[in-house]
């Protein structure tokens, strides 16, 4: 905290000697569940929040010194645990010729694949802002890389541990029962067991590749319950992994395959996303794009969620549509529904986007649980299908 | 005796004369597919040697009401001299300010299509992504991709067809076809000034045949060096009535930009 304030009264100090710029969103966002909850204690009905992102980026030195500060609030009418802060980015990042290096927190994305974010790993999910995975929290790291020809290499030291967001017993889209605070860890360094990880990228004509091991506490926790059994105990282990992403990208096609192999709690297991998204270009004579995508997920851990942690993707097909309309409004759709091969249970997603004037924007997100079955780790979802629509003014 | 001696002169005269004709009517047509060739190899060469550049630039949106919708964006371009592989470039938008940091890196080729990486500022991913279309419209724009990025001399086969006024200036008229996979024209027309031997006035001819586009480019300025650049392209689209602006602030020459700066990874730092 005390560096926090530091930071604050130092920068309008070095804003003026650098070249400063602010951005960010502020915005609001309507949730609509279209039927009664499943579980005593979850709202019916509607679920508003508040959203605000400021974006404080500085560079100096020809944006060879780099700076951000990007903190993040959410305010959440309904489920006292999906209102929350983070903090996004805070680092320093020096760029030399052969090598850069940051230090601070930051957010890196790893994969290829747009169903099942597999081997995405350095950050801890935000689930409380949707469940799709792509919402993260800021990670303390210190990152060096080195750029050469053969490509980049980079080394993460993760000092400190981030804890997953979960609903709160009044949310919605939670487990049943619902997921308590107290957390337990494998390493008795808990929180401040420092995680590492190296990572090798390139690409050699139509191929990109990636290629990395990671050790140390896992991001997917496992559950247990805890001693009333009326809720469940996080529990984080130490991890290996070792995971690659490769996309080769060929005229209007672009296959995917990301896999991984990964040790946890005496047990180790694979599991592998792939497929392909191919683009139909100017459809009909018009500037739309229609881009249709299939992948396939397969994951071998153990199906009981306090023996590995529970995954959703285990044998699953993923049939979307993405429609870039290509107009000035930058108008985007895509819908997609992902199947599971052995008990047919089903998410449709479908989120739409459009800009209005230079500074709004407009976002509709609606996911449909069908089909669910009793069994299944979907089943706590199975009343929480929704409507939502986000409303963003960008500064 | 005398007579057949005249015959065969006259025979020798004639043969001579189609000859001539004929190696003249050679000589002409090699000369216009040449001549159109060396006009445009010297006006892009004359554009050759700048090393790297960044240059700031606003694109004003117009359709056929008139309606205005405005981005602006920074453009770094990394010369490759070799004249068989195509230059480096990183486009970073700005504005609207919701596309705020999204970056496009291409690496031109000439006939192949061009390797592509996008990288989007609010996952912090980089993906790379398929460059067949470069007949779509670039961000919404009149512009397709092909018209930002193709003026590498060996996409085209090119053809002399006069010359002519063009404003205050005299231009040679070239009409070239592009070589290169997936271009969404049949040919284009290319007015090149006798002057500076710039670019001054394209017209785009779409895969009917049919004219689609028109491109005015003024506002050149010379930077040291010899270097001209346009800060002002007008594109017209007459079958939509739609166009795009594009103002160009002053370019920066030899930055400092270096291979490492056009890397993918430099994707998810530039700014």
């Given at each position: 905290?005390?560096?926090?304030?530091?930071?604050?009264?130092?920068?309008p100090?070095?804003?003026?000697?650098?070249?400063?710029?602010?951005?960010g969103f502020?915005?609001?966002e309507?949730?609509?569940?279209?039927?009664?909850?499943?579980?005593e204690?979850q709202?019916?009905g509607?679920?508003?929040?508040l959203?605000?992102?400021?974006?404080?980026?500085?560079?100096?030195?020809?944006?060879?010194?780099?700076?951000?500060?990007?903190?993040?609030?959410r305010?959440?009418?309904?489920?006292?645990?999906?209102?929350?802060?983070?903090?996004?980015?805070?680092?320093?990042?020096h760029?030399?010729?052969?090598?850069?290096l940051?230090?601070?927190?930051?957010?890196?994305?790893?994969?290829?694949?747009e169903?099942?974010h597999?081997?995405?790993?350095?950050?801890?999910t935000?689930?409380?802002?949707?469940?799709?995975?792509?919402d993260?929290?800021?990670?303390?790291?210190?990152?060096?890389?080195?750029?050469?020809?053969?490509?980049?290499l980079?080394?993460?030291?993760?000092p400190?541990?981030?804890?997953?967001?979960?609903?709160?017993?009044?949310?919605?889209?939670?487990?049943?029962p619902?997921?308590?605070?107290?957390?337990?860890?494998?390493?008795?360094?808990?929180?401040?067991?420092?995680?590492?990880?190296?990572?090798?990228?390139?690409?050699?004509?139509?191929?990109?590749?990636?290629l990395?091991y990671?050790?140390?506490?896992?991001?997917?926790?496992r559950?247990l319950?805890?001693e009333?059994?009326a809720g469940?105990?996080?529990?984080?282990?130490?991890?290996?992994?070792?995971?690659?992403d490769?996309q080769?990208?060929?005229?209007?096609w672009?296959?995917k395959f990301?896999?991984?192999v990964?040790s946890?709690?005496?047990?180790?297991?694979?599991?592998?996303?792939g497929?392909?998204?191919?683009?139909?270009?100017?459809?009909n004579?018009?500037?739309?794009?229609?881009?249709?995508?299939?992948?396939?997920?397969?994951?071998t851990?153990?199906?009981?969620?306090?023996?590995?942690?529970?995954?959703?993707?285990d044998?699953?097909?993923?049939?979307?549509?993405?429609?870039?309309?290509?107009?000035?409004?930058?108008s985007?759709?895509?819908?997609?529904?992902?199947i599971?091969?052995?008990?047919?249970?089903?998410?449709?997603?479908?989120?739409?986007?459009?800009r209005?004037?230079?500074?709004w924007?407009?976002e509709?997100e609606?996911?449909?649980?069908?089909?669910?079955?009793?069994?299944t780790?979907?089943?706590?979802?199975?009343?929480?299908?929704?409507v939502?629509?986000?409303?963003?003014?960008?500064? | 005796?005398k007579?057949?001696?005249?015959?065969?002169?006259?025979?020798?005269?004639i043969?001579?004369?189609?000859?001539?004709t004929?190696?003249?009517?050679?000589?002409?047509?090699?000369?216009?597919?040449?001549?159109g060739f060396?006009?445009?190899?010297?006006?892009?060469?004359?554009?050759r040697?700048?090393?790297?550049s960044?240059?700031?630039?606003?694109?004003?949106?117009?359709?056929?009401?008139?309606?205005?919708?405005?981005?602006?964006l920074?453009?770094?371009?990394?010369?490759?001299?070799?004249e068989?592989?195509?230059?480096?470039s990183?486009?970073?938008?700005?504005?609207?300010?919701?596309?705020n940091?999204?970056?496009?890196l291409?690496?031109?080729?000439?006939?192949?299509?061009?390797?592509?990486?996008?990288?989007?500022?609010?996952l912090?991913?980089?993906?790379?992504?398929?460059?067949?279309?470069?007949?779509?419209?670039?961000?919404?724009?009149?512009?397709?991709?092909?018209?930002?990025?193709a003026?590498e001399?060996?996409?085209?086969?090119?053809?002399?067809?006069?010359?002519?006024?063009?404003?205050?200036?005299?231009?040679?008229?070239?009409e070239?076809?592009?070589?290169?996979?997936?271009?969404?024209?049949?040919?284009q027309?290319?007015?090149?000034?006798?002057?500076?031997?710039?670019?001054?006035?394209?017209?785009?001819?779409?895969r009917?045949?049919?004219?689609?586009?028109?491109?005015?480019?003024?506002?050149?300025?010379?930077?040291?060096?010899?270097?001209?650049?346009?800060?002002?392209?007008?594109m017209?689209?007459?079958?939509?009535?739609?166009?795009?602006?594009?103002?160009?602030?002053d370019?920066?020459?030899?930055?400092?930009?270096?291979?490492?700066?056009?890397?993918?990874?430099a994707?998810?730092r530039?700014?």
């Amino acid at each position: 905290m005390r560096h926090l304030i530091l930071f604050f009264a130092v920068l309008p100090l070095v804003a003026d000697a650098y070249e400063t710029k602010l951005s960010g969103f502020i915005g609001g966002e309507l949730r609509y569940f279209v039927s009664d909850a499943q579980f005593e204690n979850q709202f019916n009905g509607l679920q508003a929040s508040l959203l605000l992102q400021p974006e404080v980026q500085l560079q100096a030195d020809k944006g060879n010194n780099q700076f951000s500060f990007i903190p993040f609030i959410r305010l959440d009418s309904r489920d006292d645990r999906r209102t929350h802060g983070d903090l996004r980015e805070a680092y320093w990042r020096h760029i030399d010729d052969q090598w850069e290096l940051l230090i601070g927190v930051n957010r890196v994305f790893w994969g290829v694949a747009e169903s099942n974010h597999l081997v995405d790993i350095i950050n801890q999910t935000d689930e409380v802002e949707d469940i799709d995975r792509e919402d993260k929290l800021g990670q303390p790291m210190i990152n060096l890389s080195a750029q050469q020809g053969w490509g980049k290499l980079s080394l993460f030291i993760l000092p400190w541990f981030r804890e997953r967001t979960f609903p709160s017993k009044d949310g919605r889209l939670r487990s049943q029962p619902s997921v308590e605070r107290d957390v337990m860890y494998e390493s008795t360094a808990e929180q401040g067991h420092v995680d590492f990880a190296l990572r090798y990228s390139h690409y050699l004509g139509d191929w990109d590749l990636g290629l990395y091991y990671f050790t140390g506490t896992g991001r997917e926790p496992r559950f247990l319950l805890n001693e009333s059994g009326a809720g469940l105990i996080a529990l984080y282990d130490q991890i290996d992994q070792l995971g690659s992403d490769i996309q080769f990208t060929h005229g209007a096609w672009l296959w995917k395959f990301e896999g991984i192999v990964r040790s946890q709690n005496e047990d180790e297991f694979s599991a592998t996303v792939g497929g392909f998204e191919y683009t139909l270009y100017q459809i009909n004579d018009s500037a739309a794009d229609l881009g249709v995508l299939l992948e396939y997920s397969h994951d071998t851990r153990d199906e009981d969620p306090a023996k590995a942690p529970p995954v959703i993707f285990d044998d699953d097909i993923f049939l979307a549509a993405r429609l870039a309309v290509n107009d000035t409004q930058d108008s985007m759709l895509l819908a997609g529904i992902s199947i599971d091969r052995n008990d047919h249970s089903s998410v449709l997603s479908i989120e739409a986007e459009r800009r209005f004037g230079s500074r709004w924007s407009v976002e509709l997100e609606s996911r449909w649980f069908m089909n669910i079955k009793e069994e299944t780790l979907l089943a706590s979802l199975k009343k929480d299908s929704y409507v939502g629509l986000k409303l963003l003014r960008y500064f | 005796m005398k007579t057949i001696l005249q015959h065969k002169l006259l025979n020798t005269l004639i043969i001579s004369a189609l000859l001539v004709t004929m190696s003249w009517t050679a000589a002409h047509a090699q000369t216009e597919e040449q001549r159109g060739f060396e006009i445009s190899a010297r006006s892009d060469r004359s554009d050759r040697g700048f090393g790297d550049s960044r240059v700031v630039l606003k694109m004003i949106l117009r359709n056929a009401a008139g309606k205005e919708t405005t981005r602006e964006l920074v453009l770094r371009t990394l010369e490759i001299p070799d004249e068989s592989l195509g230059d480096r470039s990183m486009i970073v938008f700005q504005r609207p300010a919701d596309i705020n940091g999204t970056a496009l890196l291409s690496y031109a080729k000439i006939l192949e299509p061009d390797d592509q990486w996008i990288y989007l500022p609010g996952l912090r991913r980089i993906k790379r992504i398929s460059s067949v279309n470069k007949s779509g419209p670039f961000v919404g724009s009149e512009f397709a991709f092909e018209d930002l990025t193709a003026s590498e001399l060996n996409k085209y086969k090119y053809k002399f067809a006069g010359s002519e006024v063009c404003g205050q200036l005299q231009c040679d008229r070239v009409e070239r076809y592009p070589q290169y996979k997936y271009s969404g024209y049949a040919r284009q027309i290319v007015w090149i000034d006798q002057m500076a031997h710039q670019i001054r006035k394209i017209e785009f001819y779409d895969r009917r045949g049919d004219l689609l586009k028109t491109l005015l480019m003024d506002d050149y300025r010379e930077y040291p060096g010899k270097i001209w650049r346009p800060h002002h392209f007008l594109m017209r689209n007459h079958q939509t009535g739609k166009s795009t602006e594009l103002v160009y602030s002053d370019y920066e020459f030899n930055t400092g930009l270096k291979d490492k700066d056009f890397a993918k990874g430099a994707l998810s730092r530039v700014r």
